[in-house]
T-cell receptor, first 115, second 114 residues
């Protein structure tokens, strides 16, 4: 499989619970991004990694959100003490900077519903 | 005011029509411009990718960038019902800490009727 893979595809959780999502980028890509998309809106940037280093976090990302990319391969996004406002599609994308900036490819997303 | 503005539509056209989708932006640092197509409950799929000003054609799709006006367009010729989706414009600066970080428009919902 040469695409970006996200797991799980859907997650329903109760308010206050912690959730963790996983993203496996395209294997040769050194950049990995997380975005959040709510209904009727375009994706909004959350954070990104170059290899294992987290280079930027959006001000939208509260302290309840944390992301990691150990060894510069897959990445996880954890949300602690989930709130109903966290319900959204969480999208992962990857790209490579080896030949300048190339296009970012997205996974199918993880749809989170907080009840 | 948002950095990228896109008319959300919805836009409804008959099969075979030429479709024009547009975005305006305010950040002059944007140098990379992309169009994504997104079907319901799926991730965005890259359609077109351009750098700086000019035109790029790929099959039935043509992307145009006018940096002097801060305006980008996507044209779809001979539209098909399978083109029915949400179309997202996205942009990125070419340098600095935000290099590669995409700023998206709201998305335009397109329906092509048989």
């Amino acid at each position: 499989d040469t695409g970006v893979s996200q797991d799980p595809r859907h997650k329903i959780t109760k308010r206050g619970q912690n959730v963790t999502f996983r993203c496996d980028p395209i294997s040769e890509h050194n950049r990995l991004y997380w975005y959040r998309q709510t209904l009727g809106q375009g994706p909004e940037f959350l954070t990104y990694f170059q290899n294992e280093a987290q280079l930027e976090k959006s001000r939208l990302l509260s302290d309840r959100f944390s992301a990691e990319r150990p060894k510069g391969s897959f990445s996880t996004l954890e949300i602690q003490r989930t709130e109903q406002g966290d319900s959204a599609m969480y999208l992962c994308a990857s790209s490579t900077t080896d030949r300048g900036l190339t296009e970012a490819f997205f996974g199918q997303g993880t749809r989170l519903t907080v009840v | 005011q948002k950095e990228v503005e896109q008319d959300p539509g919805p836009l409804s056209v008959p099969e075979g029509a030429i479709v024009s989708l547009n975005c305006t932006y305010s950040n002059s640092a944007f140098q990379y411009f992309m169009w994504y197509r997104q079907y319901s409950r799926k991730g965005p799929e890259l359609l077109m990718y351009t750098y700086s000003s000019g035109n790029k054609e790929d099959g039935r799709f043509t992307a145009q960038v006018d940096k002097s006006s801060k305006y980008i367009s996507l044209f779809i010729r001979d539209s098909q019902p399978s083109d029915s989706a949400t179309y997202l414009c996205a942009m990125s600066p070419a340098g600095g800490t935000s290099y590669g970080k995409l700023t998206f428009g709201q998305g335009t919902i397109l329906t092509v009727h048989p």
